[in-house]
């Protein structure tokens, strides 16, 4: 079983700065999803990373993936409130499924 | 275009009732899943659909049971509901959007087992 791994579980940061958060996966996967999560919503769609190396930024949120690390990273760039929120990654093994992180809270400060 | 649409939303259930949770997608998605998320756990496969007429466990399926009616319905059915079945219940649905796969979300079942 594919298994997951995000840190930190909490994040707490001020307007202004930068932080990573980081997804470790268990196994090979050719897919990786970042999601975000408000209170009380469901799960939006941030960025798909398909192929080592792959790069891809929105706004302030920068992803990466490094599928031979079996790494990807989240980089928030000058945090701003409207950043908080919960954020996943999730991995699509080769039969479809999805598995996912067990989130990052993030809280930014003003 | 309403994506993935499940019902209810809420729901309070007494100890030993049963319920269905419905879940519908308008996407002509092959696959469709059920989640559940718990604090601290993150989103947890309980039961997975590749095709119409196929359904598979998942990492925590024990107490549930699905039906996937046809292409666009997939059920998630709690035969005799326990407190640790309190959660949020999500619904999903993925296929190919241009080159590659995504998967959407429905807006999520909260249920509370008193």
């Known amino acids: 079983e594919l298994k997951v791994e995000q840190n930190p579980l909490f994040l707490s940061m001020q307007e202004g700065k930068n932080y990573t958060i980081y997804c470790n996966y268990s196994t090979t996967s050719d897919r990786l999803y970042w999601y975000r999560q408000d209170p009380g919503k469901s799960l939006e769609s941030l960025f798909v990373l398909l192929s080592n190396g792959a790069v891809k930024q929105e706004g302030r949120l920068m992803a990466s993936l490094d599928t031979k690390a079996r790494l990807s990273t989240l980089h928030i760039t000058a945090a701003v409130h409207d950043l908080s929120a919960t954020y996943f990654c999730a991995v699509a093994s080769y039969g479809n499924q999805f598995y996912f992180g067990t989130g990052t809270s993030l809280t930014v400060i003003p | 275009n309403a994506g993935v649409t499940q019902t209810p939303k809420f729901q309070v259930l007494k100890t030993g009732q049963s319920m269905t949770l419905q879940c519908a997608q308008d996407?002509?998605?092959?696959?469709m899943y059920w989640y559940r998320q718990d604090p601290g756990m993150g989103l947890r496969l309980i039961y997975y659909s590749a095709s119409e007429g196929t359904t598979d466990k998942g990492e925590v399926p024990n107490g549930y049971n699905v039906s996937r009616l046809n292409k666009r319905e997939f059920s998630l059915r709690l035969e005799s509901a326990a407190p640790s079945q309190t959660s949020v219940y999500f619904c999903?649905?993925?296929?190919?959007?241009?080159?590659?796969?995504?998967?959407?979300f429905g807006q999520g079942t909260r249920l509370t087992v008193v």
């Open positions: 999903a649905s993925s296929g190919l959007q241009g080159a590659r796969t995504e998967a959407f």
């Open positions: 996407m002509n998605h092959n696959s």
